[in-house]
């Protein structure tokens, strides 16, 4: 150790370029340090996380490994505003394989949930609000460290998933336990290797930037010009490509699943919407009441317009059937602002499910242009920095630690966790658009992302909207579109009232669906939905007494 | 073109590249032609109106030195053209609004016409900047530029151009003259500027103007989440503006010149005066130099004359960040703290002898969180511009507030704080190293220890703790 302090500081009193030498030699330090520290306090598992949420069980009895918590309140990372039963859970952990062989894990999900083993995605559940589905996949293994990606995307309502795994020779079930689930010994240059590989996800460009990294580190000893300083902080600039984590690719299209449903069941009525829509139209009621005709809901849950303009695209209209009618659900001006929710990372993967490749129109509108080399390069970057992807789990973890220093506040006498879950409810209560008590001018659904024209002028914005190309599509198929605007939740004094604004939104939103042959009817003011009809937010308390309404309301437009 | 944009990310690395294997002359003809670039880039009419400053004060500048008897008719142009410039695009809907309302008061009808003025970027950096150099020809403290592509590259060099520093030219025209060079360890040292920068805005100011939006964004915030927004819109203001002097001064120091430093941790100050010695402070040193002193300053016998001279000073510099009575309101909030400041200085000095040497810490603790709370009042005059709900804002009081709020309120005080934790950090680490750097000879290789490893670790929190919402520089509207 004497030695090679000697050798750093020698090396840190050469003149200008040899100081680049000890400089180099502390990234590669921190290059080697730092796949403990993301194993340890990222990618490695967590033992009880105490929340009242989510568990991976590893078969019976149940056998709790950390998730990484779920997301009801993210500043930043999801609006403030959300549904909080809008969550989604990670889970990671690192499994030492006994022996090579061929195993058997078993997902069951109510919602949708994905298993990946060394970023490979071995098994994939799509429900929304489905009966509980469970999948078996047989995977080959190798002995030794896997790591395992598990994430669950819980839309609403109760949720959960189990994954279960048969172990050969002895073929029954085993639990996991603290033991399988361990950091690598750092030790041994197997583990690094390993460690390498399973963070670089095997990709040879990882090798490539290893390979340049490490002659970055090595130029500073030879060369003493400016060369050696652009390439040593080209070297600072690459260096996090070290730590690709395992990602998952694009999440599979579900398109081919919708359209084969669509033609077994061949609906009368199609509707197409988000949690509006999931609140108040129960297809198998309303069909009843309609003397048994079928009805199918497509629903994305957190969706706005350019969603439902995907879903009519991508799921419905591939299926080729002919409805007598499609219904789309939406709330207030939503259809002209048409970047709304597009960019957080759950909607990023409802949008790769729903398309079979990057729509074109998504991207003009969405990004405001087609994709230029500056969209390209980002892209690019992003590949490079995968790490970036782990940003909302750290993220979270601030929040967390807020949560318990606000929790334990003086005159606070409550329990570190039930005060966290408290704040946390009451945060949420107070941000939430339903609150109502936001300022003029300030939409939490739009967020910030909508700037510019007034958000209320239907024909100045029209045409920058979704809403031309949904009725386009529609006419070529000879579809008759129904919009259907839901009435948003009443103030406590029982009132519903659109602004002048508003009001002239809808009746030039009116008059273009006219023009274009299609129908408007709107909600708002119905005297049958009081505040009392309500849940959360603009959700509807009983889905049935919603349905008849509707069968009441619209019957016209139903036959 | 911002600095965290991907924009940036393209053009900088491609500038550098290509300058350090330019010629000295041909490095300031190519970096001029990469800063009306940068600053076209948004607008191309922005070219016009920077090239327009540059040429007056080009001129004016000349013809001051060659017809001295005239100079001061020279100078009169040049400022009565900068600040028109200023005066048209920053404030004349401001005073015609406000006109107009007061003809209107007065019974005389009077319809406001509708003024689709766009504000130029960099406009209020640029213009000062022009004005001080003429203004020290004019006096004799420099010597005219006549070189027109140095001088230009003055006005318009693309680190500071958007938002400052405001440099002298006694600073910067003498680096642009002569050729540059820069070490591994000022590279190194930019880099890391460049890097810091960065997380300031991606991580701190832009996590934190979450926050505060979303309270200012509210209706009714009580008491206590009322003042969780405002501390958060202060740890933003700050690290956004502070970003933004880092990275200029980074991205200067990669292409061989060094900018003045415009912040000294300011939330360490001890009084209101001394924040504003650490505050922007090259805005500060600006209007001492060009307002404060000409007005007499502190040399004159009256004292109302110097309390005058104060709150012109600072009226004016409330009235430079906006074109809007909350910055004026701020900037006179400004002016009587430092007022009373100096009254509680002569008050309290003799006293302060007295003091047993063990009080002299807690003092000066309670001296700085003293100013930190005055600075954040002010930071809510800054933030919000309805004058109306000022008023609300002030009329709230503790006790009223839910204890639901005051939960809300602790917790988005605990995770701005947290946010806040690396400027914080960096404070107390700047004024112990400070105070041992004079007993240490081997200060330079600690660096060089120290830098690559923080580098490092700046970049992994930008990349895992960014806000996925990054709003524009703050100080890119003044």
């Not at chain 1, 334990?408 to 409550?414: D, E, H, L, M, S």
């Not at chain 2, 004079?438 to 990349?463: E, T």
Request: glycine share 6%; charged share 15%; net charge positive.
């Amino acid at each position: 150790m004497g030695q090679i302090s000697n050798l750093l500081t020698k090396c840190s009193t050469w003149k200008t370029g040899r100081g680049c030498l000890l400089f180099s030699v502390l990234l590669l330090f921190f290059c080697l340090l730092s796949p403990e520290l993301i194993l340890r306090h990222i990618i490695s598992p967590r033992a009880d996380f105490s929340r009242n949420g989510w568990w991976m069980h590893f078969y019976e009895p149940s056998h709790s490994v950390g998730v990484e918590g779920y997301e009801s309140f993210l500043l930043g990372g999801e609006p403030l505003a959300l549904n909080p039963d809008f969550k989604k859970a990670r889970g990671y952990l690192l499994w030492d394989v006994p022996v090579d062989g061929n195993y058997c894990f078993k997902l069951v999900a109510k919602e949708d949930a994905v298993l990946a083993i060394d970023g490979k995605q071995l098994a994939c559940l799509i429900g929304n609000h489905l009966p509980i589905q469970r999948i078996d996949k047989w995977v080959s293994l190798t002995k030794g460290q896997h790591l395992f990606q598990i994430r669950l995307h819980n839309n609403s309502g109760n949720g959960g998933f189990s994954v279960g795994m048969m172990i050969p020779p002895m073929m029954h079930n085993r639990l996991l336990t603290g033991a399988d689930i361990a950091v690598p010994v750092l030790g041994s240059l197997d583990t690094w290797w390993r460690i390498l590989e399973i963070l670089h996800d095997g990709r040879a460009i990882s090798l490539f930037f290893t390979t340049f990294f490490s002659l970055c580190l090595l130029l500073p000893l030879t060369l003493e010009n400016r060369t050696t300083s652009v390439l040593i902080s080209l070297g600072i600039a690459l260096m996090p490509a070290l730590f690709l984590p395992v990602t998952i690719k694009r999440e599979p299209y579900i398109g081919e699943m919708v359209h084969q449903e669509l033609q077994e069941r061949k609906p009368d009525f199609v509707f197409i919407g988000n949690s509006m829509l999931w609140s108040r139209i129960d297809d198998a009621y309303l069909g009843q009441l309609l003397g048994g005709k079928k009805v199918y809901s497509i629903v994305n849950f957190g969706g706005l317009s350019a969603i439902h303009y995907l879903s009519f695209k991508y799921l419905f209209l591939p299926a080729d059937i002919n409805p007598k009618k499609v219904f789309i659900f939406f709330r207030r001006n939503q259809f002209v602002l048409p970047r709304a929710r597009t960019t957080d990372s759950l909607v990023k993967k409802t949008i790769e499910r729903l398309t079979p490749a990057p729509d074109p129109l998504f991207e003009q509108i969405v990004h405001g242009h087609s994709r230029s080399v500056t969209d390209i390069v980002y892209d690019k970057l992003l590949f490079l920095f995968p790490i970036a992807m782990a940003q909302d789990e750290v993220r979270r973890k601030v929040s967390d630690l807020a949560l318990i220093l606000a929790s334990t506040w003086p005159q606070n006498n409550k329990s570190i966790n039930e005060g966290r879950d408290t704040i946390l409810t009451q945060v949420n209560n107070r941000f939430s658009y339903a609150s109502g008590s936001f300022r003029s001018g300030v939409d939490s659904e739009s967020s910030q992302q909508e700037t510019g024209k007034n958000p209320y002028d239907f024909y100045g914005r029209v045409e920058d909207s979704f809403l031309p190309e949904i009725l386009k599509l529609a006419k070529e198929k000879n579809i008759a579109l129904v919009f259907i605007r839901v009435q948003e939740r009443p103030t406590e004094s029982g009132v519903v009232q659109d602004s002048p604004e508003l009001q002239q939104y809808m009746h030039d939103m009116r008059q273009y669906l006219a023009d274009h042959n299609a129908a408007l009817y709107d909600f708002t003011g119905d005297p049958e939905l009081p505040l009392s009809a309500y849940h959360d937010g603009d959700h509807i308390k009983d889905q049935r007494r919603y349905t008849e309404l509707f069968y009441r309301r619209v019957g016209d437009l139903l036959q | 073109m911002s600095f965290n944009s991907i924009d940036f990310l393209l053009f900088f690395p491609f500038v550098l590249l290509v300058y350090w294997f330019l010629p000295r002359r041909t490095q300031n003809l190519f970096l001029l032609g990469a800063s009306y670039f940068f600053l076209c880039y948004i607008h191309l009419w922005f070219g016009a109106l920077i090239f327009l400053v540059t040429a007056v004060n080009y001129g004016c500048s000349i013809a001051i030195t060659r017809w001295p008897e005239k100079k001061k008719s020279f100078l009169v142009l040049a400022l009565l053209i900068c600040l028109g410039v200023l005066a048209y695009f920053k404030y004349a809907s401001f005073f015609l609004e406000n006109i107009i309302a007061l003809l209107n008061n007065f019974g005389i009808p009077f319809s406001q016409p509708v003024l689709a003025i766009m504000l130029p970027v960099g406009i209020s950096f640029y213009t000062f900047q022009a004005i001080a150099y003429t203004i020290d020809v004019y006096r004799g403290d420099t010597q005219p530029c006549y070189d027109m592509i140095d001088f230009a590259l003055f006005i318009s060099f693309f680190p500071q151009l958007v938002a400052g520093p405001i440099e002298r030219s006694r600073v910067l025209m003498p680096q642009i003259r002569s050729s540059r060079h820069v070490s591994p360890e000022q590279f190194q040292q930019g880099l890391l500027l460049l890097i810091w920068g960065l997380f300031k805005k991606l991580v701190i100011a832009d996590n934190t103007g979450l926050i505060a939006f979303k309270v200012f964004s509210l209706t009714d915030p009580s008491f206590f989440l009322l003042w969780s927004g405002v501390f958060a819109f202060g740890i933003q203001i700050l690290a956004d503006f502070w970003s933004y002097t880092d990275m200029a001064r980074g991205s200067a120091l990669l292409l061989g010149f060094k900018l003045s430093r415009n912040f000294d941790h300011p939330y360490f100050a001890r009084s209101p005066a001394d924040f504003w010695r650490r505050w922007h402070m090259t805005l500060s040193y600006w209007l001492r130099d060009y307002i404060y002193i000409p007005l007499g300053g502190s040399h004159v016998d009256s004292s109302f004359r110097r309390g005058a001279n104060i709150m012109i000073t600072f009226l004016l510099s409330g009235l430079w960040h906006g074109a809007s009575w909350n910055f004026i309101l701020w900037g006179a909030y400004h002016g009587v703290l430092v007022l009373l400041n100096r009254v509680g200085e002569k008050l309290f000095s003799p006293i302060r002898i007295l003091l047993p040497n063990q009080l002299h810490f807690p003092l000066l603790m309670f001296k700085i969180l003293g100013t930190f709370i005055l600075i954040n009042i002010g930071w809510l005059l800054f933030r919000e511009t309805e004058i109306q709900s000022l008023w609300h804002y002030f009329q709230l009081t503790p006790w009223s507030a839910t204890a639901q709020d005051n939960q809300i309120a602790r917790y988005l005080f605990s995770l701005t704080f947290l946010y806040s934790l690396p400027v914080f950090l960096h404070g107390l680490l700047y004024f112990w190293d400070k105070n041992r750097r004079g007993s240490r000879n081997n200060y330079a290789k600690d660096l060089l220890l120290l830098r690559p490893i923080l580098a490092a670790c700046l970049l992994l929190g930008v990349l895992i703790l960014r806000s996925p919402e990054s709003a524009t520089f703050i100080y890119f509207q003044f």
